[in-house]
């Protein structure tokens, strides 16, 4: 999820992330990362948007206009 101000700039992110060996993502102010176990099982996230924003101190919910879901799925084997 993209939390965006009132101009569409980009103020922080929430990723669903199954985190392979070459990928470097870290938490951060403005971006938290809730890892899954594994790729192969299916899980139910609920994401509640006023808990999720207190993992995201960089971020001022008063700045925050819209937020825009996204949906990624990379299979392995992709070029």
């Known amino acids: 999820m993209e939390y965006l101000d009132n101009n569409d700039s980009l103020l922080g992110e929430t990723r669903i992330v199954y985190a392979t060996a070459g990928c470097n993502w870290q938490n951060s102010p403005t ?6 176990p594994d790729t192969v099982n299916w899980y139910d996230y ?3 948007i006023s808990s999720e924003l207190d993992s995201l101190p960089g971020i001022q919910r ?9 949906l990624l799925g990379f299979v392995s ?3």
């Open 31 to 36: 971006l938290h990362l809730i890892r899954v």
């Open 46 to 48: 609920h994401i509640y």
């Open 62 to 70: 008063s700045e925050i206009k819209s937020i825009k879901v996204t």
């Open 77 to 79: 084997g992709n070029s």
